[in-house]
């Protein structure tokens, strides 16, 4: 359930709109649900800013489908990643109102409450055959209120088509870097910016790069300082850092207060006279 959300029902309560019946009867399902195979956590919006996500792979299209229901049934945003052909179809006629995106994997809803936007991350994607994982991180990083700007088919192998990028590279908060074969890309954007970098592997490649694997160790072994490194193909826990960071540095940047030292005027001090003869 969404903070907003239980806020207005506690005020509703005290003002007597709301009888203390119907308002247990809204928070029934905290702090989880058991449902069949499922254990919803309709807690995890209050502990960690965002509500659970529905991993969609390796479950049947009825569990995604039930764990979807009951976790949009409180009103919180819905998203479920790695969206196989056959569940996606189901996902859109029982929320009509939802998104799927094909490519990204991902299906996404809008929740009674909208997340405020907070932050800046910017996905850069080193080649076009990058695009489902860097999408996944684009859809996580957007569902979760920050504003992203998204940059495909900027890989090492034509570099200059990164230098139209400096500004994003210094405005963004943070910024994710998804790459296969080498996995360069990240450790030049890394060498670029004192923005973090979250760098992402993915398993695009021939033979020798190991499905990910060599990409994964050349990120892990950058000499650029300000990267880290998610897993292969993992663009949701890329998007969901950087908004993290986003969403952090915003509220940091509102609570910036000088001291008080700073604050208060200082007294003019009179100008040295300069040493000279008495007239």
């Known amino acids: 359930m969404h903070p907003d959300r239980m806020r207005q029902i506690l005020e509703d309560v005290q003002s007597g709109v709301m009888t203390a019946d119907a308002a247990m009867s809204a928070f029934r399902r905290l702090p989880f649900e ?3 195979d499922l254990r919803l ?4 919006h209050l502990r960690c800013g965002f509500p659970e996500v529905v991993f969609g792979l390796g ?5 995604v489908l039930d764990a979807a229901k009951g976790l949009q049934a409180s009103g919180s945003p819905l998203l479920v990643t790695r969206v196989d052909p056959e569940t996606g179809p189901l996902l859109q006629k029982q ?3 939802g998104r799927w995106n094909r490519r990204a994997r991902c299906f996404i809803l809008a929740g009674e409450s909208l997340i405020p936007p907070a932050g800046l991350v910017g996905i850069l994607c080193a080649g076009t055959s990058d ?6 991180a684009v859809e996580t990083a957007r569902a979760m209120g920050a504003e992203v700007e998204f940059t495909a088919d900027v890989g090492i192998a034509g570099l200059h088509r990164l230098s139209d990028k400096k500004e994003l590279l210094l405005s ?7 790459a296969g074969m080498e996995g360069a890309l990240a ?8 923005k973090p970098v979250i760098a992402v592997p993915t398993s695009v490649g021939y033979g020798a ?3 990910g694997l060599t990409a994964l160790l050349a990120m892990l072994n950058s000499c650029a300082s300000g990267v880290v490194v998610v897993n292969i193909d993992n663009g949701f826990g890329a998007g969901y850092t950087a908004a993290l960071i986003g969403r952090g540095r915003c509220a940091a940047m509102k609570d910036v207060r000088l001291p008080e030292k700073q604050l208060r005027k200082q007294p003019e001090k009179p100008p040295k006279k300069r040493p000279g003869k008495e007239q």
């Open 131 to 136: 695009l489902p994982v860097a999408e996944e």
């Open 187 to 194: 450790s030049v954007v890394g060498g670029l910016t004192d």
């Open 34 to 36: 058991s449902l069949n």
């Open 41 to 44: 956590d309709h807690h995890r």
């Open 172 to 178: 963004a908060d943070a910024l994710v870097v998804v």
């Open 59 to 63: 479950k049947t299209p009825t569990q």
């Open 95 to 97: 929320f009509p109102a």
């Open 209 to 211: 790069s190991f499905k």
